[in-house]
């Protein structure tokens, strides 16, 4: 066997989050960084989700990440060199019930201290605004710089411009198992490659606790799969984000319109995954249920013709937050998983976050509630 590659940090995961990370590593700090991604670049929930770049519907804890992540879409094209069709139209939550409109204002008023204004709209405001949706609804909620981008090209692009900057990028390649070897890391691959670096980071999505585990850190992942879908083209009508807010799962329902007229949507219950073959169900009756809440929002829209719906493999942990952070075991190892649905808007400030505190020790945001420590006493 030859001997094993060395690299400063070792990233194990090429999705959004992997591929951001490596990127910044080299940017900002100028490290040797070998990625390692299993199957392909932006493969899994990285690639498949539906696409929303939003702030509006996080928790405080969360926004200084939303904040510095959406400054990074906003200059994705001078970073990367490449268009992700980020575009700041908005993201707009509208409800049908007055009790629904109470939260949403009390949720405007808290959020303002985390540094996110809204715009509250009655439904004469809404109509003005956008035009195109029923009588039933009682209020909305927007929060006009967030937006969308596409998910299918992200990850990779920032996958090129962390080997433009000289990261080595590998994909197929599978990593049977890590050790903790003298003062860093040796991982060997299945197909008996290995390499050894001084700082190791695990951000394989649904697959990261199996890496942890062997650290004596698993993670109590949920494994679920949303289902989308998205529509024939229309004449372009809607630029925000828009989405549905409800207590009620069968309720909610988001689109959004990309410029060439298709409509992608997305919201409901989730389906079942086969973690072991990275295989993710579509549920046809959360599809149908999806286009007839669609219908019931926006009446105009009631002949349109779905013509593809997919899904993909997204893991969830039980408090709804991440891991993200330093091991609370190991020296040298850190984990960027399990961001319950929400990973794919905040990964340009996930990845900026944790290529920080990789190189510097330290991070100036608050990383303390994403601790992997927390679920220590329940495993």
Not at 179 to 188: K, M, P, Q, V, Y
Not at 294 to 310: E, S
Request: charged share 25%.
């Amino acid at each position: 066997m030859s001997a094993p590659t060395r690299t400063d940090v070792l990233v194990l995961g090429g999705g959004a989050i992997g591929t951001a990370t490596a990127f910044f590593l080299r940017l900002m700090h100028e490290r040797s960084v070998t990625l390692l991604e299993r199957e392909l670049v932006g493969r899994q929930a990285s690639g498949t989700n539906f696409g929303g770049v939003r702030r509006q519907g996080r928790t405080p804890q969360q926004m200084p990440i939303a904040h510095l992540a959406l400054r990074t879409w906003s200059r994705v094209r001078e970073l990367l060199g490449e268009d992700l069709e980020f575009r700041p139209y908005g993201h707009l939550r509208v409800c049908y019930s007055q009790e629904r409109a109470d939260v949403m204002a009390e949720y405007a008023r808290d959020i303002r201290h985390a540094g996110l204004e809204l715009t509250l709209l009655t439904p004469r405001q809404l109509k003005r605004h956008v035009g195109i949706f029923s009588d039933k609804v009682v209020m909305g909620s927007l929060s006009p710089e967030d937006g969308h981008a596409n998910p299918r090209i992200a990850a990779p692009a920032f996958a090129r411009a962390a080997r433009r900057l000289g990261v080595e990028l590998h994909e197929h390649t599978e990593v049977a198992h890590i050790e903790r070897d003298g003062s860093g890391f040796l991982a060997t691959c299945i197909d008996g490659r290995q390499w050894r670096s001084e700082q190791l980071v695990v951000c394989c999505g649904a697959w990261s606790s199996r890496l942890s585990e062997q650290f004596g850190e698993p993670a109590p992942l949920e494994f679920r799969a949303p289902s989308m879908a998205v529509t024939e083209p229309l004449p372009y009508r809607s630029g925000p984000m828009i989405a549905v807010n409800s207590g009620l799962i069968d309720e909610v329902m988001y689109f959004r319109q990309i410029e060439r007229g298709n409509i992608v949507i997305g919201g409901g219950r989730r389906a079942e995954v086969d973690l072991d073959n990275a295989r993710a169900h579509v549920n046809p009756d959360n599809i149908l249920r999806q286009f007839r809440e669609l219908q019931r929002l926006v009446p105009a829209f009631a002949r349109v013709q779905l013509i593809r719906v997919w899904s993909g493999v997204e893991s969830y942990l039980p408090d709804n937050k991440p891991v993200m952070g330093a091991s609370a075991r190991v020296d040298g190892l850190y984990y960027a998983f399990g961001f319950c649905g929400e990973g794919f808007a905040i990964s340009p400030g996930v990845g900026e976050v944790m290529a920080d505190l990789i190189a510097r020790g330290r991070s100036d945001i608050d990383l303390s509630p994403y601790d992997i420590a927390r679920f220590a006493t329940a495993t």
